[in-house]
């Protein structure tokens, strides 16, 4: 394993962090704890989940994937070696059985509660707004559109002190964003700069893979001018990058056959990128996950990559790609394709 520190902070964490979000419908409690052991054998030491999963969210299984990583930091007594993130839900149509008040303090200070309460822990590492409460452009919307009806209130002053309240109560150490853009990105840092008490935010988890690289336009150059790292989140596009679908393939049991409203990375254009991406690793004797998997770890932007699997082979692979090392020529192969078709998948 490769490791590094969640910036402004001397936490360790892996290079690739577990993603649980299917523990708890196309996952079993004794499928999740499998994963969180092995994760943990082969040296990960980084979990994320969030008190929306598992997915698609349902009033009949909210929280269950938190409770089920509750359930194993009890049996195992491994809470102490694990950095934890979890998040907020956003305010949404499906979120409204968790609650309609958005990030307003009781909110936040309910929802920490919560998922302590589940995860069997007295403290989250990293604490996460999983979606703006604005109207913009995330989860799969390509470009903003201003809607002028839109009324919502710049809050990002009282987020950050309510969040800094529970710092100092030590129930979470650090904070994060997600499915953010530069500008919502920016204004949470500027809030933090200009009144230096607030917490600021350390991490941004937002879409990264070979079909979707749209962090690079605008938030690339703030991740490394402001130190906020990104832990990049769906790295094979919902299993797209596995190559699996292609040709028109339904395989059973897999997310996109399951759930056909995924289809967020099941474009046209995203096909014919898989293919090409597939044809580059077929011919470099690689596998298309491992490399684009290897392709999202390698990014000097990357915090961590969060890794997704419904099975132990799928997770074994995944695990592996941290041994992958992409030649020149793969990444030159990688950008030709980019070039030919950027960002199918925003
Ligand atoms: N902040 C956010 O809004 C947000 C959004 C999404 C995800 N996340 C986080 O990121 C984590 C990972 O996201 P993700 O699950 O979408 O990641 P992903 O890597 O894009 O997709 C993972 C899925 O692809 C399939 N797969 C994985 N490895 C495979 C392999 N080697 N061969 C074939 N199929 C494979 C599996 O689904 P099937 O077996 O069903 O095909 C697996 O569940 C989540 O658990 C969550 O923690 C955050």
Not at 37 to 60: C, K, M, R, S, W
Not at 120 to 132: C, F, G, N, S
Not at 280 to 296: D, G, I, K, T, Y
């Amino acid at each position: 394993m490769i490791y590094t520190t969640l910036p402004h902070t001397d936490l360790e964490v892996s290079k690739l962090c577990l993603g649980t979000m299917t523990w708890g419908k196309q996952n079993t409690e004794a499928e999740g704890h499998e994963q969180m052991d092995y994760a943990v054998e082969q040296g990960i030491n980084f979990f994320d989940t969030a008190e929306l999963y598992p997915i698609p969210a349902h009033p009949d299984r909210y929280a269950d994937t938190e409770k089920i990583i509750g359930n194993w930091f009890k049996k195992t007594g491994k809470r102490d070696q694990i950095v934890l993130a979890s998040k907020i839900a956003g305010k949404a149509p499906f979120t409204s059985f968790i609650r309609t008040t958005g990030f307003k303090k009781e909110s936040i200070i309910e929802a920490v509660h919560g998922s302590l309460q589940r995860l069997q822990t007295d403290y989250l590492d990293l604490y996460q707004l999983h979606w703006p409460e604005r109207n913009t452009n995330y989860f799969g919307k390509r470009g903003y559109k201003h809607d002028i009806s839109d009324f919502w209130q710049d809050n990002i002053h009282q987020v950050l002190e309510t969040l800094r309240e529970l710092i100092k109560e030590g129930k979470i150490r650090h904070v994060g964003l997600s499915n953010e853009t530069p500008w919502g990105t920016m204004r949470f840092l500027e809030e933090s700069k200009v009144h230096e008490s607030l917490p600021r935010m350390i991490t941004i988890q937002n879409p990264y893979s070979l079909l979707n690289r749209q962090f690079e336009v605008g938030l690339y150059e703030i991740s490394m001018r402001e130190k906020i790292g990104l832990l990049a989140y769906s790295p094979l596009g919902f299993g797209v990058l596995s190559g699996k679908y292609l040709g028109g393939n339904k395989p059973e049991n897999a997310r996109i056959t399951l759930f056909p409203a995924y289809g967020r990375y099941m474009n046209e254009q995203a096909v014919k990128a898989t293919q090409k991406y597939q044809d580059l690793a077929l011919a470099h004797n690689l596998s298309l996950p491992q490399m684009a998997l290897a392709f999202v770890t390698s990014r000097p932007f990357l915090t961590s990559n969060i890794i997704g699997a419904t099975s132990m082979d799928q997770l074994k692979e995944n695990i592996g790609s941290i041994d992958v090392s992409l030649s020149e020529e793969v990444m030159k192969g990688i950008e030709v394709i980019h070039n030919e078709i950027p960002d199918p998948a925003p």
